[in-house]
């Protein structure tokens, strides 16, 4: 073998030593959640390599399997609300929480529904995307309740169900209105229905802040003081991709045969609604989110939050702000 081939060779050997040394971050998410986007371009660019570690996404069925993978040793990290990470730091689980999304969801109705406020929806037929405790429900019932002295559980009939179900009732007519999360509503609003009231409306008017990410990945607070490093990989590995993702519409293009779009229409408005949900850069406020829990846990009570009743200390990780 010559000198020149011999070099060449140790140089793959060793980038591919390099390679298959880097650490593995196993994520567990909704198999055709939208997360999927924004860890598709993380993997498509290499931006988890270029930090230090290899990103496995494996897909779940729901997020009851996510949250038993991740609890289980199976996932390093999951995607779910902060609401969950503080009610498991309550119980003594030492699971902390990075932003990832602000979306959230509200109510659409029939672009020909005579409804303009949420009053207008007294003994109405109102299907949800969850159950009894989902957020958005009960954000909705407060600000119900605040605007116009209105119970919604008590003067509407609910019909509870997954978002996919919820959203084709409501498109076949057979709901008076319908909540459902942002990508379902950004369907349903191409498809020709329009939003009542969104849950960002109704927080602001509750003195929330619209500008909590809700939703954020998982981890182990071990992996946070034992491999710090990881921790900060995946936080600028998800920011490289947002960056990406709320400039260039050549990316949205190539991530578009698995958007599962029917229409232009679909497809741009899920764009805009992911680019909407991007939270800025830098630290939670806190005080804010305190002020969701103490909300929730009037409305949801040990049910939605456990012992959770005041924020617990160090839910929130946001490296390098």
Not at 206 to 216: D, H, Y
């Amino acid at each position: 073998m010559s000198r020149a081939c011999a070099a060449a060779l140790a140089i793959v050997v060793s980038a591919t030593a390099v390679f298959a040394e880097l650490p593995k971050l196993r994520a567990a998410v909704l198999e055709f959640g939208t997360v999927n986007w924004e860890l598709d371009v993380i993997k498509h660019h290499g931006f988890d390599t270029a930090r230090g570690f290899e990103l496995a996404v494996q897909g779940m069925a729901g997020g009851s399997a996510a949250k038993i993978a991740f609890q289980g040793g199976e996932a390093d990290v999951i995607v779910s609300d902060w609401l969950w990470v503080a009610r498991q730091r309550a119980a003594g689980k030492d699971f902390v929480f990075i932003p990832y999304s602000k979306a959230v969801g509200g109510v659409m109705v029939a672009d020909d529904s005579p409804a303009r406020t949420l009053e207008d929806l007294r003994g109405a037929k109102v299907g949800i995307a969850g159950g009894p405790l989902d957020k958005s429900w009960l954000i909705l019932r407060a600000y119900a309740q605040q605007e116009y002295g209105m119970d919604l559980a008590a003067e509407t009939e609910q019909v509870f169900g997954a978002p996919p179900l919820i959203y084709k009732t409501a498109l076949q007519g057979d709901l008076d209105g319908a909540i459902n999360f942002w990508h379902f509503m950004a369907k349903m609003d191409a498809s020709g229905m329009r939003p009542l009231v969104t849950v960002d409306t109704a927080s602001g008017a509750l003195g929330l802040s619209p500008e909590t990410p809700l939703l954020g990945y998982v981890l182990h607070g071990d992996m946070l003081r034992e491999h710090p490093e990881l921790v900060e990989g995946l936080a600028g590995a998800s920011r490289a991709a947002k960056d990406l993702l709320a400039g260039s519409d050549s990316e949205w293009d190539r991530l578009r045969p698995r958007m599962k779009v029917n229409s232009d229409a679909q497809f741009d408005a899920l764009k805009a609604g992911f680019r909407a949900g991007i939270p800025a850069p830098g630290p939670v406020d806190e005080d804010a989110a305190a002020r969701m829990l103490a909300l929730m846990a009037e409305l949801g009570g040990a049910e939605l939050i456990g012992k959770a009743t005041e924020m617990p200390a160090g839910v929130f990780v946001q490296p390098g702000s």
